[in-house]
């Protein structure tokens, strides 16, 4: 009898057991499942980055005239879309494999922004180099010296870069308006833009005042202005279209600014630049007819 109930006791041991390692790895796989789903939608945010990416850097090549400098561009380009395919062949399952193509990805997008300042740059001395004498020819050749120079101290302007930390503006959209507030059909019809976006999320971000720089640039590259207004960047001061003051507080911020159009806009491809404490912090393109 006395057997019989021990042997009783050790079957209930054995089915609590069991049960209790059934519940831990159903747990598991369920939490594994949730991060997979996770994993799947950083993913596809990712590819769309990478892809955006790319795309600007063939937009950046017809931009310059530089073979040198096209050259690294498309250099820069290729391991772009060399990253997006290791991307689009990862399994949403492999954890370690997507966080490293997203510390890629914080790269790359530092590498763009450079490379956008550059040109930014030089575009501006080649106008000079049309209306300047010898004077400002040989202060472009400085200047030529001096982008060289940036372009070998990438690198420690890239560890730099604190994006933890700095703020991200997304959904960014421009819409023309006519004199009554309407959207305007035509570009001569354009007497406001709206820009309007998005900054995102961060809780890593240090809350407060904040002053945000709006560049929008025409379809020649020269930026709108009122009374060549500038802010500095990057060593150097930089045209700016509109400032904006704004308390930041770590939460989704939705804002809108406007410029007013007092000169000759021609049709074409805007693109608008948003700066916040020294970096760029998001960019996008716009066309008016």
Do not use: C
């Not at 369920?30 to 769309?48: C, I, L, S, Y």
């Not at 090549?61 to 400098?69: A, E, R």
């Not at 309007?196 to 904040?210: C, D, P, Q, Y």
Request: charge should be positive; charged fraction near 30%.
């Amino acid at each position: 009898m006395e057997r019989n109930k021990k042997l009783v006791i050790t079957i209930i041991a054995l089915i609590v057991i069991i049960a209790g390692i059934s519940f831990i790895a159903f747990n598991e796989f369920r939490k594994n499942k949730e991060m997979a789903a996770v994993f799947a939608v950083e993913k596809e945010e990712m590819e769309n980055e990478y892809s955006t990416f790319a795309t600007q850097y063939d937009e950046l090549q017809i931009q310059i005239n530089n073979d040198s400098l096209r050259e690294k561009l498309e250099s820069e380009k290729l391991k772009t879309q060399r990253l997006l395919e290791e991307l689009r062949q990862v399994k949403t399952t492999d954890a370690a494999e997507i966080i490293r193509l997203k510390k890629e990805l914080k790269t790359v997008r530092a590498v763009l922004r450079t490379y956008v300042i550059q040109i930014d740059s030089l575009n501006r001395l080649n106008t000079a180099l049309m209306n300047e004498n010898k004077e400002v020819k040989n202060k472009y050749s400085a200047a030529t010296i001096q982008i060289n120079t940036l372009t070998k101290e990438k690198d420690n302007l890239n560890q730099k870069v604190s994006l933890a930390a700095q703020l991200d503006a997304t959904n960014i959209s421009a819409l023309p308006l006519n004199k009554r507030g309407k959207k305007a059909r035509k570009v001569k019809d354009v007497k406001q833009i709206a820009i309007s976006f998005t900054l995102a999320k961060n809780i890593t971000a240090e809350t407060g005042n904040r002053t945000l720089y709006i560049r929008i640039a025409k379809p020649d590259n020269e930026i709108l202005s009122k009374d060549n207004a500038t802010f500095h960047f990057e060593d150097r001061d930089i045209t700016y279209s509109i400032k904006k003051y704004i308390e930041y507080t770590g939460e989704e911020q939705d804002i809108t600014v406007y410029w007013d159009v007092e000169e000759f806009l021609p049709s074409g491809t805007y693109t608008v630049y948003i700066f916040a404490e020294g970096n760029m912090i998001g960019q996008n393109s716009f066309n008016m007819k």
